[in-house]
């Protein structure tokens, strides 16, 4: 899966816009939208109100968990805890970047809210990898990680899948004969 | 006791605060460890002025209009009061000081410090400074002695130590406290206290007591406590008068002590338990302020010291003063034995006269015997010198003890306590934040934001359109101050206040012209503020300063302007009506007195509220007022409640919502910029603790719902009545809409009608399930004729015969009505057609007008077609017709009858007799004589008519073919006038008689079998069309759009049914308007039927003349006459029957 996908999967999630133009109730395939009055909040999916903006038709609010408090405080728990801890939203990597690219007028604090965000990814995926690391130096057959993101499953799953096969390949290569490899694996 | 603790609210960051009063008591002041002291005028107040002193505020003082703190930067320093100008240093120490604390006087200032000095300064030559060593740890307090002489200070090394100011030695020390090594780990700041006036004593807080030191002797002479008083004791606080002294503890506990008899008058719990770390008296006594350690403050206000800070102190100190209450009062006090009073009669007399000199002898140990002396000079001694003469009296009632209360309280009040006048709130601009602020919304509404900005570097104004459609984004100078503004899709209004040089100037820029000039200035006269202003649809309207409201065209043009009643508070613009509101008077005890106007401008000018008072809330003040954007006026109170104009029930306000409801917090409110009915919703912005948003960041849009507080609405039947009445109220606009021409939304329209109909066969469901059957009758009646039958059909299923078979005779009924009142036909939109008389009043009127002419030409014609066949009936047209005809005959000739009385009478007469008559020929509608006439009368109004198939169908509907003509066009017409001359002056007449009987008639017919029924129908069609012919205009109209294919009749029949839903109130209400409505419209007839006589009278003029007044005559009498006719009317009507 590219990225991209990933992206593009973000990009259904709801966002709130104020649109400054008049538009009756549009219907879509995937829902009815609107209907938006000039000035009145409205809920529509991100790909939209990236067009609105870009067109200058519209407003973002940023959603709620978009504020450097809420964000710091996630930061510090994300720190502390050694597991993954819940996230505010299952995009939140695809719609920091997408929101603070197209709309970071929109949203108080862009800067630091962008730092903070990475400062999260940075420590989840340094988790990501070190459980990757624990995983393979102890050489489960299995494990479970709660929380993961797609984006963040995405990142690693390509090199982690290959480097399993590839080890996976090393080992029986190493020993045909022998039985009792996986002891001796580890030396 | 009756003390109230006013809820906390926010006040700084968490940590040490301090509080103090200014020497008026107008202003709370507080510091805080945000570095901030902030200066509120009340507690209440949204915004209060903040001065930036530091990193931290440790404590502060203010006398003389001169604010010291101690920050955080080891310095003492001077800001100026209120303005908050920094003033100097004055004077430092090596760290920070902890407490600081002016004399008596204002003239010195004492200031502890954690370096264990204590420096006492000159304010006005800092250079001239004592400083008090001796404590070998940080100070925690320093006091004055009010005659100062000595100076008290406590320090974290456990003593508390006396000096003396001059020697800077110290006089004594006592180890009373724990030691601690900084103020910081200190159990308690230990805030000393002298006590004011007399100075006999000091109060130290020793754990959970007070102490009370003797001045001079420096022995201890009591210990007040608390056995309440769990927890150390941390400031305490002399009420000005130094009779009572407070306490304030670790726990939040509040405590107010009688000195003198050592008992507890007060006690409250901070509302969350903090530590209350600054406490202050007001003034004048009466009210308590304090902080706590996380930044809040409270106020506990109603003490029994004072009666003039506020009107809630004074309501509680008005009921401890009447003398009956007072006896009981001690009573209830706390642990005082019955048999004190006793002991009090002898005690007191001897220490009286002291007592009302001065406070010299008093003394703790006196104990209880003084106390209720005490208490009562204590509550006076803040006010004025009038008052002690009348405590001297009190004092001396009291102890004889004799004296009946009655007469003791004649005498002893002499100071006004009554209600207090409310001071009038200021002209606002609804949409706006207020004009301190240096970033504000001027305007925020539905077509977009208008933002003013004026600080250092720029002062300007930004307009933003919500619909980028409308115009582009406008950015510009503000250069002539403007403070007040409006928008609107056609321009901007702005207005700034004259000053001295300057008039004040109105700037509009109407960026919707279609030439190049888009801007246009006025200047008022010399002396003339714009208060208020707002856009309408083609005009612009400023209220001004000297009670005028004037209006300018769009484009500049001056026009009408008048005089308001009062001083303006905000006015508002849709469309083409003007809302304003003024002061009617002066409010008391909170509550504003308000009143509005609603003013209807366009081709029909006129007013629709004239100056009726305004609904508020309880003691609050209006925050916003508007139009919905359908154009109906709505407001909204301080509590948050909204309301809106109800035209269906004569032009009362509805409460529709309270925001207030959807606050999560207390000092949350919601910050309307806009109020739809369709969709239903309110928009507003919510704030969080305060009432109105900041500019940055920018607030965002809340959608609130509807919600009529009707009683229940948590059980189904509750909400289902809240949605019928909701939805009924807020399609009110339709009928307005359609009466001004505007063009609605029929689809809308009808279904708001079928989701109203719904509801009430849900409800009419609800209450058969319950065995309400009386109530599913009621329900009933409120449903068309097609639900009704549902209902039946509901009935009869559920096996509840009795109840179908009420319905049946009630859908009967409604048929019966249909059939025999073919006018009922315009009753089908009855709600809408009440709103649109009351909106479009005067043009329907005249349409009415128009349509009498008609029908009185072909009455004329029928005439002789009535002459011939007797008493047949007539559709309702035809009756009034004939009424109008014999009527008008005599005054349109101007012959001898009209100059004299007995013209009029004939005519009123004819008027009665006449709807009976033809009612009784009514009965028989469906006679083909009568259509026969109708369709003579058709022959000659078909050319007017635009369907010639309904012409056909019935007298009814051929009234409506008449009228239809005349419903589109809005504008009364021209044509008609000459021609109608002649009838005009009978027809309204008629008009009022019919309206007068109608609800005579209305019973009767219910009442009644079916014939003696259909000639009070008939009766009742008469009103209806003299009411009814201005209605049927707009009536003919809906009922043909929803039924295009019907033929007449059932056209009628549908009608009917709906009108059947109507409540007998709405029909009342309409009875009533059509009264007004013939009212003008005979005014308006008379007039031209002069005219008419003027040219056409062979008598010449003279006789033209005479008519006139003879028409003027009858008007009079005929205004005059309602209740008489309508009595008589009635009478006759049941004679009859």
């Known amino acids: 899966m590219d990225p991209s996908e990933v992206e593009f999967l973000a990009e259904k999630e709801l966002v709130k816009i104020i649109p400054n133009f008049s538009l009756d109730k549009i219907y879509l395939i995937g829902g009815d939208l609107g209907p938006f009055n000039p000035g009145l909040p409205v809920d529509v999916p991100v790909w939209l109100a990236l067009n609105l903006k870009q067109r200058q038709k519209c407003r973002i609010v940023p959603p709620e968990w978009m504020d450097v408090e809420k964000l710091e405080e996630i930061r510090e728990l994300e720190r502390k805890e050694d597991t993954f801890t819940p996230v505010p939203s299952p995009y939140y990597m695809e719609l920091t970047k997408l929101l603070l690219n197209h709309a970071s007028d929109n949203i108080p604090k862009a800067d630091e809210i962008r730092t903070l965000v990475k400062d999260i990814w940075d420590t989840r995926i340094a988790k990501l990898r070190l459980s990757a690391d624990s995983f393979i130096s102890q050489q489960e057959a299995h494990a479970k990680l709660d929380n993961l993101t797609l984006m963040e499953i995405n990142t690693t799953r390509s090199f982690l899948l290959d480097t399993l096969n590839c080890m996976y390949k090393l080992r029986s290569n190493l020993q045909p004969g022998s039985s009792g490899g996986k002891a001796q694996d580890h030396q | 006791m009756p003390g109230e603790r006013k809820p906390m609210r926010y006040g700084h960051s968490e940590g040490h605060t301090d509080v103090c009063f200014d020497d008026a008591g107008k202003y709370i002041v507080t510091c805080g460890s945000d570095g901030d002291v902030r200066i509120w005028e009340s507690l209440d107040d949204d915004d209060p002025k903040s001065i930036n002193v530091g990193e931290k505020v440790y404590s502060l003082a203010l006398k003389n209009g001169k604010l010291v703190t101690a920050a955080s930067n080891n310095t003492v320093q001077i800001h100026t009061f209120p303005e908050g100008d920094p003033d100097g240093i004055l004077t430092r120490f090596t760290t920070n000081a902890t407490h600081i604390t002016y004399n008596r006087s204002g003239s010195r200032v004492a200031a502890g410090s954690s370096d264990f000095m204590v420096k006492v300064v000159e304010m006005y030559d800092s250079s001239q400074q004592k400083t008090l060593r001796g404590h070998t740890a940080p100070i925690l307090s320093v006091t004055f002695d009010p005659k100062d002489e000595f100076l008290a200070s406590a320090s974290c090394d456990g003593s508390v130590a006396v000096w003396k100011i001059e020697e800077q030695t110290q006089v004594t020390s006592w180890p009373l406290l724990q030691k601690s090594n900084d103020v910081i780990n200190a159990k308690s700041l230990c805030r000393l206290a002298w006590q004011p006036k007399a100075a006999k004593l000091l109060a130290i807080p020793v754990e959970t007591t007070v102490q009370l030191y003797q001045r001079d002797s420096w022995a201890q002479v009591g210990t007040l406590s608390d056995d309440l008083g769990t927890q150390a004791i941390n400031v305490v606080a002399w009420s000005p008068c130094g009779k009572f002294l407070a306490a304030g503890s670790i726990g939040g506990l509040l405590t107010v002590w009688d000195v003198e008899s050592k008992l507890c008058v007060e006690r409250q719990t901070h509302e969350k338990g903090y530590t209350v770390c600054g406490l202050a008296w007001h003034p004048l006594g009466g009210q308590i302020a304090y902080t706590d350690t996380e930044g809040c403050l409270g106020v506990l206000d109603g003490l029994s010291s004072s009666s003039s800070s506020s009107s809630t102190t004074a309501s509680s100190t008005t009921t401890k003063q009447a003398p009956a209450s007072y006896n009981d009062l001690f009573d209830d006090d706390d642990d005082r034995p019955m048999d004190e009073g006793i002991s009090e009669g002898t005690c007191?007399?001897?220490?009286?006269?002291?007592?009302?000199?001065?406070?010299?002898?008093?003394?703790?140990?006196?104990?209880?015997?003084?106390?209720?002396?005490?208490?009562?000079?204590?509550?006076?001694?803040?006010?004025?010198?009038?008052?002690?003469?009348?405590?001297?009296?009190?004092?001396?009632?009291?102890?004889?003890?004799?004296?009946?209360?009655?007469?003791?309280?004649?005498?002893?009040?002499?100071?006004?306590?009554?209600?207090?006048?409310?001071?009038?709130?200021?002209?606002?601009q609804p949409g706006s934040t207020p004009a301190h602020l240096m970033h504000r919304f001027m305007m925020w509404n539905s077509v977009g934001i208008v933002r003013g900005y004026n600080d250092d570097q720029d002062n300007a104004i930004d307009v933003e359109f919500h619909d980028t459609a409308v115009h582009h984004a406008m950015h510009l100078t503000n250069s002539l101050g403007h403070t007040v503004a409006d928008l609107s899709q056609e321009a901007v209004l702005l207005a700034c206040p004259g000053t001295d040089e300057l008039a004040s100037k109105l700037q509009c820029l109407h960026f919707s012209s279609w030439d190049t000039n888009k801007e246009w200035m006025v200047d008022l006269p010399k002396g003339e503020d714009v208060q208020a202003l707002c856009l309408g649809q083609g005009w612009a309207a400023a209220a001004t300063s000297a009670l005028i409201l004037r209006l300018f065209s769009i484009?500049?043009?001056?026009?009408?302007?008048?005089?308001?009643?009062?001083?303006?508070?905000?006015?508002?613009?849709?469309?083409?009506?003007?809302?304003?509101?003024?002061?009617?008077?002066?409010?008391?005890?909170?509550?504003?007195?308000?009143?509005?106007?609603?003013?209807?401008?366009?081709?029909?000018?006129?007013?629709?509220?004239?100056?009726?008072?305004?609904?508020?809330?309880?003691?609050?003040?209006?925050?916003?007022?508007?139009?919905?954007?359908?154009?109906?006026?709505c407001f909204i109170d301080s509590e948050g409640v909204v309301r809106l104009l109800n035209r269906s029930l004569g032009n009362m306000w509805t409460p529709v919502c309270n925001t207030r409801d959807n606050c999560k917090g207390k000092s949350d409110h919601y910050w309307m910029v806009g109020v739809h009915e369709n969709p239903q919703q309110l928009r507003c912005i919510p704030c969080k603790g305060s009432r109105y948003p900041p500019t940055l960041p920018r607030p965002a849009v809340a959608v609130l719902p509807f919600k009529l507080p009707l009683c229940q609405t948590t059980t189904e039947k509750g909400q289902m009545e809240e949605q019928y009445w909701r939805s009924v109220l807020l399609h009110n606009h339709y009928g307005f809409l359609s009466s001004s021409g505007y063009e609605i939304d029929e689809e809308g329209q009808s279904q708001a009608q079928k989701e109203q109909q719904e509801l009430l066969m849900k409800m009419f469901a609800l209450s058969c399930k319950l065995e309400r059957e009386f109530r599913s009758v009621e329900l009933a009646e409120l449903m068309t004729q097609n639900v009704v039958t549902l209902a039946i059909r509901y009935a009869s299923r559920s096996r509840r015969m009795a109840l179908a078979q009420r319905l049946s005779d009630l859908a009967l009924e409604k048929a019966n009505q249909l059939q025999g009142e073919e006018p009922q036909e315009e009753e089908e939109e009855e709600p809408l057609q009440y709103t649109r008389r009351n909106t479009g009043y005067s043009q329907s009127s005249s349409e009415m007008g128009a349509d009498r002419q008609h029908s009185s030409h072909r009455q004329a014609q029928e005439e002789v077609v009535d002459e011939e066949q007797g008493q047949e009936e007539h559709m309702d047209e035809g009756d009034v017709a004939e009424s109008k005809r014999q009527g008008l005959n005599p005054f349109a000739k101007g012959t001898a009858a009209s100059p004299e009385k007995p013209s009029p009478k004939p005519v009123s007469k004819e008027g009665r007799v006449n709807p009976?008559?033809?009612?009784?020929?009514?009965?028989?509608?469906?006679?083909?004589?009568?259509?026969?006439?109708?369709?003579?009368?058709?022959?000659?109004?078909?050319?007017?008519?635009?369907?010639?198939?309904?012409?056909?169908?019935?007298?009814?509907?051929?009234?409506?073919?008449?009228?239809?003509?005349?419903?589109?066009?809005l504008a009364p017409r021209p044509k008609t006038k000459t021609q109608s001359t002649l009838l005009h002056m009978n027809t309204p007449k008629a008009a009022n008689k019919k309206a007068v009987e109608e609800p005579a008639v209305c019973r009767l017919k219910q009442t009644e079998a079916p014939p003696p029924a259909s000639p009070a129908e008939n009766v009742e069609n008469k009103k209806h069309k003299s009411g009814f012919q201005l209605w049927l205009e707009d009536n003919r109209r809906i009922i043909l759009a929803d039924n295009p294919d019907l033929e007449e009749t059932d056209v009628i029949k549908e009608a009917i049914g709906r009108f059947r839903t109507l409540s007998a109130d709405d029909r009342l209400t309409w009875t009533e308007r059509a009264k007004g409505q013939s009212g003008d419209v005979a005014d308006m007839k008379k007039r031209k039927r002069g005219e008419e006589e003027n040219r056409g009278d062979k008598n010449g003029q003279s006789e033209a003349d005479e008519t006139r007044q003879s028409e003027a005559d009858e008007t009079s009498a005929k205004k005059k006459k309602p209740f008489d006719t309508s009595a008589k009317l009635s009478a006759f009507a049941f004679n009859k029957n």
């Not at chain 2, 004589?929 to 058709?938: D, E, H, M, S, Y």
């Not at chain 2, 012409?951 to 589109?968: I, Y």
């Open chain 2, 348 to 428: 007191s007399p001897a220490k009286n006269p002291g007592d009302e000199d001065d406070d010299d002898d008093l003394i703790p140990a006196t104990g209880r015997a003084r106390n209720r002396s005490a208490f009562l000079d204590d509550e006076n001694s803040l006010d004025t010198g009038s008052l002690k003469q009348g405590l001297d009296k009190f004092v001396d009632d009291d102890d004889s003890a004799i004296v009946p209360p009655a007469a003791a309280a004649a005498p002893l009040w002499p100071v006004y306590d009554g209600p207090m006048p409310t001071p009038p709130q200021k002209a606002f």
């Open chain 2, 916 to 969: 009976f008559k033809v009612s009784s020929g009514l009965g028989r509608s469906g006679s083909a004589g009568g259509q026969n006439r109708v369709t003579n009368v058709l022959d000659s109004m078909m050319l007017s008519s635009k369907k010639p198939t309904a012409l056909l169908s019935s007298s009814g509907s051929t009234g409506k073919l008449n009228k239809t003509p005349f419903l589109k066009p």
């Open chain 2, 555 to 633: 484009g500049g043009v001056q026009r009408e302007l008048f005089s308001l009643p009062g001083p303006v508070v905000c006015i508002a613009g849709h469309g083409e009506q003007l809302l304003v509101v003024y002061h009617r008077g002066t409010g008391f005890d909170g509550e504003q007195a308000l009143g509005v106007q609603l003013l209807q401008f366009g081709q029909k000018r006129r007013q629709v509220i004239h100056g009726e008072p305004l609904p508020l809330s309880r003691k609050s003040h209006l925050s916003w007022l508007g139009f919905t954007a359908e154009g109906t006026p």
